[in-house]
C-alpha cells in the first residue's frame, strides 16, 4: 500500500501526460479528418482549437505537478545511490544541477505551451516547446553520463558495482536512443522546412510520428526508475531493521 502510494507521482504524471496527448489526437481525427489526410498535425498545431486546448491544458498542469515529484523522486534516489559509490558527492554538482535545471525546464515547459497556444502567442508557445524537449534530452542525457561515469570509476578501481546501481547499469544506453530520437525530431523539425512543398505531407507524418515517440520515450525513461527506486528503499528497511536487531541484541546482553 505504502509503495503504491508513493509510486504515484512516477506513474501518474506519465499516465496523464500519454491519455491527454493520445486522446487531443483521437479527438482531433474524428473532429476534422480531413486535416490528417491533408498534413497530419502536431500537438501544437491541434491547441490551435479552443475545444482542445483548454482540457489539455488542465490536464498538463496536473500532469507537471505529479512529475514535478517524480523528478525529485528520481533525483533523491540518484544523490543516495552515489553516496554508496562515493561518498564525496560535491563532485558531482555540477552534473546535479545541469540534471535539475533541465528538467525543471521540461516541466515548466509543459505548462507554457499548453497554456499559450500558437495561434495566439506563437513566441510563448514555441518557447514552451523548446523547454520541454530540449529540457528533457538534456537532462535525461546527463542522467545517462553520469550513471556512465560512476559505473566507469568502478570498473577503474576494480570494484563490485553495488546493488544501488547494477540495476541503472543500462540508463546510459537508453540515454543515448533518446539522444538520437531527439535528434532525429530536430531534423525533421527544422530540416523539413528546407524541403520542396511535395515532400509536406511526408514531412508532417513523420514529425507527428515522432513528436509522439520522443515523448513517450522521456516519460518511458522517468517511469523505468520506479522499480529500483522501491528496490532501494526496500534495502533501507532492511538495513534499519538490520541495525535495529543489532542493538536490541547489544542492549538485552548488557
Known amino acids: 500500500m505504502i509503495r503504491a502510494i508513493k509510486a504515484i507521482p512516477i506513474f501518474l504524471g506519465p499516465f496523464i501526460t500519454t491519455v491527454a ?12 479528418p480531413d486535416e490528417y489526410v491533408e498534413a497530419p498535425p502536431t500537438i501544437s498545431r491541434l491547441l490551435t482549437k479552443a475545444e482542445l486546448a483548454e482540457p489539455f491544458a488542465l ?5 507537471a505537478f505529479f512529475l514535478a515529484i517524480a523528478i525529485c523522486q528520481v533525483g533523491l534516489f540518484l544523490y543516495r545511490s552515489l553516496r554508496v559509490v562515493e561518498p564525496n558527492v560535491g563532485k558531482w554538482a555540477v552534473l546535479f544541477a545541469v540534471c535539475a535545471i533541465s ?44 550513471v556512465r561515469n560512476v559505473l566507469a570509476g568502478l570498473h577503474q578501481a576494480q570494484q563490485q558495482v553495488p546493488a544501488a546501481f547494477a540495476g541503472i547499469s543500462s540508463f546510459p544506453r537508453r540515454s543515448v536512443t533518446i539522444a538520437v530520437l531527439s535528434l532525429l525530431f530536430g531534423l525533421v ?57 543489532s542493538t536490541d541484541l547489544h542492549v538485552g546482553a548488557d
Open 189 to 245: 523539425y527544422f530540416g523539413g522546412k528546407l524541403l520542396p512543398e511535395g515532400y509536406f505531407f511526408w514531412q508532417r507524418v513523420v514529425l507527428s510520428g515522432l513528436e509522439i515517440i520522443v515523448i513517450l520515450s522521456f516519460l518511458a525513461y522517468l517511469v523505468s526508475f520506479e522499480p529500483h527506486i522501491n528496490a532501494a528503499r526496500k534495502r533501507r528497511r532492511n538495513t534499519s531493521a538490520t541495525r535495529a536487531a
Open 103 to 146: 528538467e525543471s525546464a521540461a516541466v515548466v515547459g509543459m505548462i507554457v505551451l499548453s497554456q499559450y497556444t500558437g495561434d495566439i502567442y506563437p513566441t510563448l508557445h514555441n518557447v514552451g516547446s523548446y523547454m520541454l524537449f530540449f529540457g528533457h534530452t538534456i537532462g535525461l542525457i546527463v542522467v545517462g553520463f553520469l
Open 59 to 63: 490536464a498538463m498542469i496536473a500532469a
Open 21 to 32: 496527448m493520445l486522446v487531443t489526437h483521437v479527438v482531433g481525427l474524428l473532429d476534422r
